[in-house]
């Protein structure tokens, strides 16, 4: 898909991946327009995949705007939960494509939050050896992260996120008004993965963040639409030099391998993964003062707006024996571990990131002082 001046009015980023290539549009009226999906691919057939939750607030909506597309628009509604990303979920998609006799050429449409968008892309990448897909975020953490850039995946439960593929949508449609509905608490959440972006790349987007955040909490449209485009540039930027993350792009983990522990130790759904990144990052940068990279002023900057956007700053308590050595053994089963070795996210300096092995002892002082 390329630009097309017959597009809804709604800001574009354009993420650069050759023949994979796509667009993000950013906007309002964008879910229920028929125009917004007039240029995917042509077939019969198109498969909504939703949950429980968004299926009453978008499905009826953006079901109608499809139909004059396709012959056939179906839909699975999923149980809604991070406690759900899994294999029996997943065959639910799979059940729905094979039971209704769906081609190569079916095209699915995430609509919901992460969790559903993760799963459809790897339902996606799957089915049939893959099939086109489209994401529809309706959350603010799925507008502006998980839709893009096309990480698809299902937890295990000892890992998160550890089974998927690297499988690209064919276009994004982040529409604004599908966040009137989201509750504060996952809100909050996205404003987790949003900050994230200053600190590993862009210093003025986190002081953007600094002044403009009690609107965004009250979900101003010109707030929202400004975080999810920048957001968005951002993580173009990133995904278009390292596609499948030989490098770079684990910058846009910073946070996440503390997350991550919390999210699997707690089990899923008790945090939200947003809240995990939020804590991840204050425990990551942390790290990154010990390792001397930034000064303590750095931290507490980053510490204080994560607080204001109503996210924990304090890791929870995974083992009443040996807390720290819990964290250690959850976070060796992450993507980036190499040989048994942790790599973390760290801060190099305000705007720039690393990654980087550390001694076991120095994140143990670490996650001491970080767990309430
Ligand atoms: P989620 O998908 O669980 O959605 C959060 C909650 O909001 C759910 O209960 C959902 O039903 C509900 N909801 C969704 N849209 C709504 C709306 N408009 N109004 C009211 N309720 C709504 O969680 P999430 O925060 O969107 O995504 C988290 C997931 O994304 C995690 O599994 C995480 O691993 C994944 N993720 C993936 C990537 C990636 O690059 N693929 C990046 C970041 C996160
Ligand atoms: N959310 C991390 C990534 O897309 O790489």
Known sequence: MHANSSLPAAAQVQIDLAERSYPILIGT???ADTLTYQHLPKAATALIV???????????QLMQALQPHFSKVLQVTLPDGEVYK???TLQLIFDALLENGCDRKT?????????????TGFAAASYMRGVPFVQVPTTLLAQVDSSVGGKTAINHPLGKNMIGAFYQPQLVVCDLDALKTLPDRELSAGLGEIIKYGPIADMAFLGWLEANLDALLAKDPAALAHAV???????????????RESGLRAILNFGHTFGHAIESGLGY????????????????AHLSQRLGRVD???VQRLTTLIERAGL???GPVLSATDNAGRYLDLMRIDKKSEAGEIRFVVIDGPGKAAVCAAPDALVREVIDGCCA
């Open 269 to 284: 759904g008790e945090w939200l993964h947003g809240e995990g990144v939020g804590c991840g990052m204050v425990m990551a």
């Open 107 to 119: 095209v699915l449409f995430a609509l919901g939050g992460g969790v559903v968008g993760d799963m």
């Open 296 to 298: 303590a002023a750095f």
């Open 86 to 88: 899994d294999w029996p």
């Open 29 to 31: 009226s964008l879910l």
């Open 312 to 314: 924990p700053v304090k």
């Open 50 to 60: 939703t949950n429980t939750t968004v299926a009453p607030l978008y499905a009826a």
């Open 229 to 243: 485009q920048r957001s968005c540039e951002i993580k173009a930027w990133v995904v278009g030099q390292d596609e």
